[in-house]
């Protein structure tokens, strides 16, 4: 088996956060929010377009709980901007930056990355593309 890429990732969010997640994913992040079938009532979830690859998908939960250091430590997106371009552009939606590592290893190789942690508690990694 030789695996491609990751497809999606499934996050499970508060009952009453969708438009929260809408903000911040789509408004602040400026990630495509795609939920159509969602409003619909023809898909339990709403997706995040990271890429034409990739998404995430956000399933809204009365069950929901943060996610802790002992189940949860992030995702990782690569975004075509630089560090600096990746800061600023967080400064100016408002987003509170975790930590910045300037050449974290991941699939891609070594490259700088800023981590935030979106409404929910989840830790979100934007890496700079190699």
Request: proline share 5%.
């Amino acid at each position: 088996m030789k695996a491609r890429h990751i497809d999606h990732v499934n996050l499970r969010i508060p009952e009453d956060g969708v438009e929260t997640a809408r903000e911040f994913y789509g408004d602040e992040l400026g990630f495509g929010i795609e939920d159509a079938l969602f409003e619909a009532g023809e898909k339990p979830f709403l997706d995040v377009r990271l890429s034409a690859t990739g998404v995430i998908h956000l399933w809204p939960t009365a069950e929901f709980e943060p996610p802790t250091a002992t189940n949860y430590d992030h995702v990782c997106v690569v975004v075509e901007e630089s560090l600096d371009a990746i800061e600023a552009e967080l400064d100016a939606a408002g987003i509170e930056i975790d930590r910045t590592l300037e050449s974290p290893l991941g699939a891609t190789g070594e490259a700088a990355a800023v981590y935030v942690r979106d409404p929910f508690g989840y830790r979100i990694e934007l890496k700079a593309r190699v």
